[in-house]
C-alpha cells in the first residue's frame, strides 16, 4: 500500500470516528427495550406511559445535538426511536406546564446550562440543537422562579450568540 492509500484510509477512519453513534442501527426490527439497553446503553430517565409503555431518554449531552425518545409497548418490545430536539417538539411546549411535562416533551437540559436569575425570579434551562437549516442552536425553557412554571421559550443560533465562535466561521451541523 502507497503512503498516499494510507493517508486516505487513516483520513476516512478519523472521519468515521467523528460521526455520531447512537447505537440504533444495532437494534433489529423486532427488538424488546432489553435489547435497546444493550445497543445503546442505559438510558438517563425511563417512564411508564398511561398505555403500558414505556419511554427511554438518550441525550447526547452538552455538545451534542439530539436527545433520543425510545418508546415501547406494554410488552416490552421497541416501537420507536425519536429525536425530541427539534421545533415540531418545542412548539408544543406552552406557558404553565411543570419542569416534568417539560422533561416528557423534550427530555433534560444540560445541567451545567441552567442558570437562577434573582432579578427576574427566573430558572433558566438550556438544549443544544441542530435547527432547520443545520445550524446549532441554543433552545432555552424559562421557568418562573417560584412556581416554576414554564413562563416562555426562546430560541437562538450559535452563531448570533458568539456561542464557540472564536474565529467567526460559520458552524454546521448534520440531522
Known amino acids: 500500500m502507497s503512503v498516499r492509500a494510507g493517508i486516505c484510509l487513516l483520513l476516512i477512519g478519523l472521519l ?52 433520543y425518545f425510545v418508546r415501547g409497548d406494554a410488552g416490552g418490545r421497541f416501537v420507536s426511536r425519536e429525536n425530541v430536539l427539534t421545533m415540531k417538539h418545542f412548539a408544543r411546549l406552552q406557558a404553565g406546564m411543570t419542569q416534568e411535562e417539560v422533561v416528557r416533551v423534550i427530555g433534560p437540559p444540560v445541567p451545567e446550562w441552567t442558570v437562577y436569575f434573582k432579578a427576574r425570579d427566573e430558572l433558566v434551562w438550556e438544549w443544544r440543537y441542530c435547527d432547520d437549516w443545520s445550524e446549532p442552536a441554543r433552545f432555552n425553557v424559562l421557568f418562573d422562579g417560584t412556581t416554576l412554571r414554564l413562563r416562555s421559550t426562546l430560541t437562538a443560533t450559535e452563531r448570533l450568540r458568539n456561542s464557540f465562535d472564536r474565529f467567526g466561521a460559520r458552524a454546521w451541523c448534520g440531522q
Open 16 to 67: 468515521a470516528a467523528c460521526t455520531g453513534y447512537d447505537g440504533i442501527g444495532r437494534i433489529p426490527v423486532d427488538a424488546r427495550l432489553v435489547d435497546v439497553e444493550q445497543a445503546m446503553g442505559v438510558p438517563s430517565l425511563r417512564w411508564r406511559e398511561a398505555d403500558g409503555g414505556e419511554t427511554l431518554v438518550y441525550p447526547s449531552g452538552a455538545m451534542g445535538f439530539h436527545t
